[in-house]
């Protein structure tokens, strides 16, 4: 029975930072934010939207009623959540209306959750071919102003449902992952703000994806030349081939050529979204399917997935006949088009202006905000969100 991705999409909130007028209010040269670390956007989340919110519109985007019956497990991947205790995936199971009869759960990893999840839902299919399990990979990431991070920011969610017999991605069996504790970026609870150790999260990636590939290829006798692609977790996007290049030597030069290319097509919206941590490997995954227009069915696509702390996977999966018809490029694209630039003035003063975090009544205006899905304020402590839709 072929287990996959059925279903995909994602969300980013209406707002953006371009990353150039960042550099120069930072007295960076330019091109060391779109060049250096390849950033040419940063998607930047009003108070109106929160992790919740981004998950739930980027679902809403994708199912229909059928699949919200069907659905019988909501994973929430994210290291951003907005309670110790409730899960943010019974929030979006309420906000969709999905079938009551359901398990809802969040995960946490750093930005591996959601490939966690992912593994998680395969077991469940397998178990219960008739199901469908739907994952959501949704973070804000903030590292402060003038920070190093800070160019590396972003906000935005993936939503997948998981499926037997999917329509664009059937996950092959095999996979090789491997943990260690690594403490190269991490966000104790008293903070919005992560910690990071650039240079040691940078080490440890490569190395991740180096140990998690030799030890893929022992599992399978599989090489570089069975890839039309390797999508990777990309926290900002030169890192992916950062990792994979190193290593390219051992494949011939056509086989070089194209996941180069590839790589290239893969981080398209990322560039544009920057950082969404549990996301960010998924939101590359699509990118690399929407924008690269010559991909055939039956190709084997790679993906490496880095959760700093340090957990890592590499696994594969193959794509599906008439994938491209199951996908959404158009409506992504008017997302990323129809956003609204904001100066680096109103980022810093939206920036500095949170939630309260002792309880406080708060209302919000939704003004600008185009969500269907979005948060109105906070009353007794409770979140208030609201579904325009109905």
């Not at 999840?117 to 590292?143: F, T």
């Not at 590396?152 to 996950?171: C, E, N, Y």
């Not at 398209?268 to 069915?297: A, F, H, M, P, Q």
């Amino acid at each position: 029975m072929k287990i996959g991705i059925d279903k995909i999409g994602f969300y980013a909130p209406h707002l953006y930072v371009d990353m150039n007028k960042l550099a120069i209010a930072r007295d960076v040269e330019p091109a060391k934010f779109t060049i250096g670390i390849g950033q040419e956007e940063m998607a930047f989340a009003p108070m109106t939207q929160d992790t919740v919110t981004l998950a739930a519109n980027a679902a809403l985007n994708i199912l229909d009623e059928a699949d919200k019956q069907k659905i019988d497990f909501v994973i929430f991947g994210t290291e951003t959540g907005i309670d110790s205790s409730k899960a943010s995936a019974v929030y979006v199971h309420d906000l969709l209306g999905i079938n009551p009869d359901a398990r809802s759960i969040e995960m946490k990893q750093a930005c591996y959750a959601a490939t966690a999840a992912i593994q998680m839902a395969k077991g469940h299919i397998a178990l219960n071919p008739e199901s469908k399990v739907l994952v959501l990979a949704s973070d804000i990431a903030r590292y402060g102003l003038r920070t190093g991070g800070e160019a590396t920011q972003g906000a935005g969610a993936v939503a997948m449902l998981i499926s037997a017999d999917p329509k664009i991605l059937a996950l092959e069996e095999k996979s090789a992952y491997h943990t260690s504790d690594v403490m190269d970026f991490w966000r104790p609870t008293y903070t919005d703000k992560a910690i990071v150790d650039g240079k040691l999260s940078n080490e440890q990636y490569i190395e991740f994806f180096a140990k998690v590939w030799e030890q893929y290829k022992v599992k399978t006798d599989a090489s570089f030349s069975d890839f039309e692609a390797i999508c990777f977790h990309l926290p900002y996007t030169k890192m992916g081939q950062k990792a994979l290049k190193p290593l390219l030597p051992e494949t011939d030069e056509v086989t070089q050529n194209r996941l180069l290319e590839n790589n290239e097509a893969s981080k398209t919206y990322n560039k544009r979204i920057g950082n969404i941590y549990t996301g960010s490997l998924y939101l590359s995954l699509l990118s690399l399917l929407e924008t690269k227009e010559d991909l055939e069915e039956g190709a084997r696509i790679g993906l490496f997935s880095y959760g700093s702390g340090a957990v890592g996977e590499f696994f594969s999966g193959i794509l599906q006949p008439g994938f491209k018809g199951a996908l959404q490029p158009t409506r992504h694209k008017e997302i990323l088009d129809s956003r609204k630039e904001i100066d680096v003035a109103e980022y810093e003063e939206r920036f500095n202006n949170t939630l309260p975090t002792d309880g406080s009544t708060l209302e919000l205006e939704k003004e600008d905000d185009p969500s269907s899905i979005y948060l109105a304020g906070i009353k007794d402590h409770m979140r208030q969100y609201v579904n325009d839709n109905r």
